[in-house]
């Protein structure tokens, strides 16, 4: 089982930025890509972004691109969010998310949060206007 820890949540008005970490601990040779989703109030929780370990693809939502990118340190095995030009919108429970398996992480339909096997706690980002 692969733990993950979120952290750097943070209120901040619009306009400006955050970066979120997700620390991992207990990948295995099945353990394919780690992924971003948030939880908005009121709506159904969103893939937004995710990368496939090892420097592969990268996924982003319409909603969050060319503002959000996701970079991994794979020696300390760290996920990034760097989120800027935030909007109230953004605001929400930010988690981490790991697959182990061996299908894809994500298809032309997005991410889908059933398809990934680990969550952390999450984290609080609140975009105020």
């Known amino acids: 089982q692969v733990q993950l820890e979120e952290s750097g949540g943070d209120s901040v008005q619009a306009g400006g930025s955050l970066k979120l970490s997700c620390a991992a601990s207990g990948y295995t040779y099945r353990t394919r890509c780690t992924a971003w989703f948030r939880q908005i109030q009121g709506k159904e929780r969103e893939g937004v972004a995710a990368?496939?370990?090892?420097?592969?693809?990268?996924y982003y939502a319409e909603s969050v691109k060319d503002r959000f990118t996701v970079r991994e340190d794979s020696v300390n095995n760290i996920l990034y969010l760097q989120m800027n030009d935030l909007k109230p919108d953004d605001t929400g429970m930010y988690y981490c998310a790991a697959y182990s398996g061996g299908g894809a992480c994500w298809n032309s339909r997005g991410l889908r949060d059933s398809t990934f096997t680990d969550w952390g706690q999450g984290t609080q980002v609140t975009v105020s206007s």
């Open positions: 990368a496939y370990l090892g420097g592969g693809s990268r």
